[in-house]
């Protein structure tokens, strides 16, 4: 059955209706709490046709408010009874019931209903399906064993609604202390959800909240003692760079030189230098010599910072300096003696890599002594407040202004999934920081920075905006119809990694109806964990 969900309109008599940007993302929510309810309730029930009206008493009227909040029907249908009948429909009925409301139709309609507030009610309705040879009584009794379940659901969502509405107030209010330019102090001197956590744990000089995080680093305080090179593995942007300098601080090396090379924009030549060092007259511009990175950081550390981007001919020469401890440099017929660890990183699967002859399986061996995988901002979701804290406090140092966000404001930095990491949420955090007039930065802001970056695009690591063209990567198809399905899959994704799963976001920014996104995700078998 094809189905087609009726805009909802009643959050304005929830007291919910989005005022400019601030209330959107309370109504997408809402929307979607409505859609799974009534696709629950239909699937679970075999019904047709579930509908959800919000009725109100009007003060000012002796006919109260009804809007339908949402419906699901057969396309080419209209639902079965209309908003402006169903109160006198029900007139003098106790709920739950069935009931034939339409002499023109056989079809029997199932109410049921529950007190809203102090002023208002949410009504359930739908066709009751059965068999023809059921008669009302049976019908009756199908209702009155599920009606509990039902009442529960209904329960649940109305306590959404109240949830939702008390955040969307807060939200307006902050919106009105904002534009009004009015600070509330207490708000400001009151404890960060950083200050009131009491998982925090000091490791090897990192605070964290996270179990994940908490084991990774007392992986490093117990492998910091011996001489093994690291591999740090982990995605752009979750401080593979920062950790590596904790784990140097954290070892025997501690009071030894600490050299970084970042490996992925180097040229062959250039690199050969940076690592091994030349001599006067090597090459044009080289007027003195000059030691390399392991003959500077000899007795510490050297970070290789995303090594598999190490050209071929240099890793073979790398390999060379951790076999036999010694370096030559260029120009030079000397070998210089040189001990240091070495901490390597990288974004890539390494293993497959070599697979595939673009980097050494011995040099792999030599640097992976231990490996430590660095989980993503989505895996450590509870160490989010406590980088923004410390992000906030280096600001505050720099630019002598103390400034926080407000509630809503770190609901919607907490709920964001970051897929730039710990960098993007920086980013964030400055930006806001410095556009944001006042001390205190609403949820408003954190919207504006999100959307400058998306800017309606689709972003992800397999898109390029070249010159206002839009250049994808999908795996490799056979057949018209296979390339076309993964296209078709890889937007999808896409989208949903970049709203965060907002469907109603997606629906919106790829003009697609909302049913269409949903037939498409159940086609293409995506599910939340690939773009949560």
Same mark, same amino acid.
């Given at each position: 059955?094809?189905?087609?969900?009726?805009?909802?309109?009643?959050?304005?008599?929830?007291?919910?209706?989005?005022?400019?940007?601030?209330?959107?993302? @309370?109504?997408?929510?809402?929307?979607?709490?409505?859609?799974?309810?009534?696709?629950?309730?239909?699937?679970?029930?075999?019904?047709?046709?579930?509908?959800?009206?919000?009725?109100?008493?009007?003060?000012?009227?002796?006919?109260?408010?009804?809007?339908?909040?949402?419906?699901?029907?057969?396309?080419?249908?209209?639902?079965?009874?209309?908003?402006?009948?169903?109160?006198?429909?029900?007139?003098?009925?106790?709920?739950?019931?069935?009931?034939?409301?339409?002499?023109?139709?056989?079809?029997?309609?199932?109410?049921?209903?529950?007190?809203?507030?102090?002023?208002?009610?949410?009504?359930?309705?739908?066709?009751?399906?059965?068999?023809?040879?059921?008669?009302?009584?049976?019908? =009756?009794?199908?209702?009155?064993?599920?009606?509990?379940?039902?009442?529960?659901?209904?329960?649940?969502?109305?306590?959404?609604?109240?949830?939702?509405?008390?955040?969307?107030?807060?939200?307006?209010?902050?919106?009105?202390?904002?534009?009004?330019?009015?600070?509330?102090?207490?708000?400001?001197?009151? =404890?960060?959800?950083?200050?009131?956590?009491?998982?925090?744990?000091?490791?090897?000089?990192?605070?964290?909240?996270?179990?994940?995080?908490?084991?990774?680093?007392? *992986?490093?305080?117990?492998?910091?003692?011996?001489?093994?090179?690291?591999?740090?593995?982990?995605?752009?942007?979750?401080?593979?760079?920062?950790?590596?300098?904790?784990?140097?601080?954290?070892?025997?090396?501690?009071?030894?030189?600490?050299?970084?090379?970042?490996?992925?924009?180097?040229?062959?030549?250039?690199?050969?230098?940076?690592?091994?060092?030349?001599?006067?007259?090597?090459?044009?511009?080289?007027?003195?010599?000059?030691?390399?990175?392991?003959?500077?950081?000899?007795?510490?550390?050297?970070?290789?910072?995303?090594?598999?981007?190490?050209?071929?001919?240099? *890793?073979?020469?790398?390999?060379?300096?951790?076999?036999?401890?010694?370096?030559?440099?260029?120009?030079?017929?000397?070998?210089?003696?040189?001990?240091?660890?070495?901490?390597?990183?990288?974004?890539?699967?390494?293993?497959?890599?070599?697979?595939?002859?673009?980097?050494?399986?011995?040099?792999?061996?030599?640097?992976?002594?231990?490996?430590?995988?660095?989980?993503?901002?989505?895996? @450590?979701?509870?160490?989010?407040?406590?980088?923004?804290?410390?992000?906030?406090?280096?600001?505050?140092?720099?630019?002598?202004?103390?400034?926080?966000?407000?509630?809503?404001?770190?609901?919607?930095?907490?709920?964001?999934?970051?897929?730039?990491?710990?960098?993007?949420?920086?980013?964030?955090?400055?930006?806001?920081?410095?556009?944001?007039?006042?001390?205190?930065?609403?949820?408003?802001?954190?919207?504006?920075?999100?959307?400058?970056? =998306?800017?309606?695009?689709?972003?992800?690591?397999?898109?390029?905006?070249?010159?206002?063209?839009?250049?994808?990567?999908?795996?490799?198809?056979?057949?018209?119809?296979?390339?076309?399905?993964?296209?078709?899959?890889?937007?999808?994704?896409?989208?949903?990694?970049?709203h965060r799963g907002n469907k109603s976001r997606v629906t919106k920014q790829l003009k697609?109806? @909302?049913?269409?996104?949903?037939?498409?995700?159940?086609?293409?078998?995506?599910?939340?964990?690939?773009?949560?």
């Amino acid at each position: 059955m094809a189905l087609m969900n009726e805009t909802t309109k009643g959050f304005g008599l929830l007291g919910i209706q989005a005022r400019g940007d601030t209330g959107e993302g @309370r109504t997408v929510q809402i929307e979607e709490s409505i859609q799974q309810f009534l696709e629950t309730v239909s699937s679970d029930f075999s019904v047709n046709f579930p509908a959800l009206y919000l009725v109100i008493d009007n003060p000012s009227s002796s006919e109260p408010s009804i809007e339908i909040l949402g419906s699901i029907k057969e396309s080419g249908h209209s639902p079965l009874i209309e908003k402006n009948e169903i109160l006198k429909a029900i007139e003098g009925e106790k709920l739950p019931l069935i009931k034939q409301f339409s002499s023109s139709s056989d079809s029997k309609v199932f109410v049921h209903g529950i007190k809203f507030g102090g002023d208002g009610s949410l009504l359930f309705c739908c066709e009751a399906l059965g068999d023809s040879e059921k008669d009302s009584l049976g019908l =009756q009794e199908l209702f009155e064993k599920k009606s509990g379940t039902l009442l529960d659901r209904l329960l649940i969502l109305q306590q959404e609604f109240l949830i939702e509405s008390l955040k969307a107030k807060l939200e307006t209010a902050e919106e009105v202390l904002f534009e009004s330019n009015i600070e509330i102090e207490d708000a400001l001197d009151s =404890q960060s959800p950083s200050e009131v956590d009491s998982r925090q744990e000091n490791i090897a000089g990192i605070t964290t909240s996270s179990p994940v995080m908490k084991r990774l680093l007392q *992986q490093m305080i117990r492998v910091s003692s011996s001489h093994l090179n690291i591999l740090l593995k982990g995605e752009t942007g979750t401080g593979k760079a920062f950790l590596a300098r904790a784990f140097h601080e954290s070892s025997p090396q501690s009071g030894q030189p600490f050299e970084t090379l970042g490996c992925g924009s180097l040229s062959t030549t250039l690199a050969e230098g940076e690592l091994f060092g030349w001599k006067k007259g090597a090459f044009s511009g080289a007027e003195e010599d000059r030691a390399g990175i392991f003959e500077r950081s000899s007795g510490g550390t050297v970070f290789l910072d995303e090594v598999g981007e190490l050209p071929l001919e240099i *890793q073979k020469k790398l390999l060379r300096v951790l076999q036999e401890g010694v370096v030559r440099p260029v120009g030079g017929t000397e070998l210089v003696p040189v001990d240091c660890r070495i901490i390597a990183s990288t974004c890539e699967d390494l293993p497959t890599t070599v697979l595939k002859g673009s980097f050494r399986e011995d040099l792999f061996y030599r640097l992976s002594g231990f490996n430590l995988e660095i989980p993503p901002l989505r895996e @450590r979701k509870e160490d989010v407040s406590l980088l923004v804290a410390s992000f906030l406090a280096e600001l505050e140092e720099e630019h002598g202004f103390s400034k926080r966000f407000s509630n809503s404001a770190w609901e919607e930095l907490n709920s964001c999934t970051w897929p730039g990491n710990i960098q993007q949420l920086k980013n964030v955090v400055q930006q806001t920081y410095l556009t944001c007039e006042r001390r205190m930065i609403p949820r408003k802001k954190v919207l504006e920075v999100f959307e400058s970056a =998306q800017a309606d695009k689709l972003l992800g690591d397999n898109f390029e905006d070249n010159s206002g063209e839009l250049v994808m990567r999908v795996p490799r198809a056979e057949g018209f119809n296979e390339i076309v399905s993964e296209v078709e899959r890889l937007v999808i994704l896409t989208a949903m990694k970049q709203h965060r799963g907002n469907k109603s976001r997606v629906t919106k920014q790829l003009k697609i109806p @909302r049913q269409t996104l949903y037939n498409k995700i159940e086609r293409f078998k995506i599910i939340e964990a690939e773009y949560q």
